[in-house]
């Protein structure tokens, strides 16, 4: 977890609420990703970026819009939480080129009620 | 379509006996293959990589992983389980063509004293 924070670690939110969670890395690491954890899926990839202001959709991004104005922060914002987008998130950075391995935050547990 | 296949999703293994963790992949291109393994209430760690070369790769803990590209496998393994193993542990791809990691819906390992 060294050198990546998320924020809040855990939050209980009601159904039509704006949510925004908050990546934080100081390795000046290049691609940040945001996944979802669900017993029985694994790791869903939501968005991710490569860079400011350069940002991608992965497989489970309805629902869900990110933001990354400065290298160092990666937001995941959820318009209108869901019951469905209860779900443990985590923020993952990767050093420049296709070799390198993640590296994972700590997660932010999200209750939707 | 890239994936990853963890067709176990538990695995129980008495300490000192050796342990397998079965991951198979299907992706366009070359593959980059990941192993990561979750402690409770953490993120994601890890293991080690297989890129390029020796189809038989050592990682953190003792842990070692061989590739198999006729198999699309990449099956992790320790040659002795220590109860400390035990945790959920994850294969992940990627394609040397693409930005994005996809991750097995993971296996529980547990071994018992």
């Known amino acids: 977890d060294a050198g990546i924070t998320q924020s809040p670690r855990h939050k209980v939110t009601e159904t039509g609420t704006p949510v925004t969670l908050r990546c934080h890395q100081t390795?000046?690491?290049?691609?940040m990703y945001w996944y979802r954890q669900d017993p029985g899926h694994g790791l869903r990839l939501i968005h991710y970026?490569?860079?400011?202001?350069?940002?991608d959709k992965g497989e489970v991004s309805d629902g869900y819009s990110v933001s990354r104005s400065k290298t160092e922060d990666f937001l995941l914002t959820l318009e209108s939480a869901t019951s469905s987008q209860t779900s443990v998130y985590f923020c993952?950075?990767?050093?420049?080129?296709?070799?390198?391995?993640?590296?994972f935050g700590p997660g932010t547990r999200l209750t939707v009620t | 379509a890239q994936s990853v296949a963890q067709p176990e999703d538990q695995v129980n293994v008495a300490e000192g006996n050796p342990l397998t963790v079965k991951c198979t992949y299907s992706?366009?291109?070359?593959?980059?293959l990941f192993w990561y393994v979750q402690y409770p209430n953490r993120g994601l760690q890890f293991l080690l990589k297989y890129i390029t070369g020796d189809n038989l790769v050592k990682g953190s803990y003792g842990f070692e992983a061989e590739f198999n590209k006729s198999q699309t496998s990449f099956h992790l393994k320790k040659p002795s389980a220590l109860v400390s193993d035990s945790a959920l542990y994850f294969c992940a791809v990627r394609s040397n063509t693409g930005n994005q990691f996809y991750f097995g819906t993971g296996t529980s390992l547990t071994v018992i004293p």
């Open positions: 993952a950075i990767t050093d420049r080129g296709l070799v390198y391995e993640q590296y």
């Open positions: 390795e000046n690491h290049r691609y």
């Open positions: 992706v366009s291109g070359n593959p980059y």
């Open positions: 970026s490569y860079g400011v202001k350069d940002t």
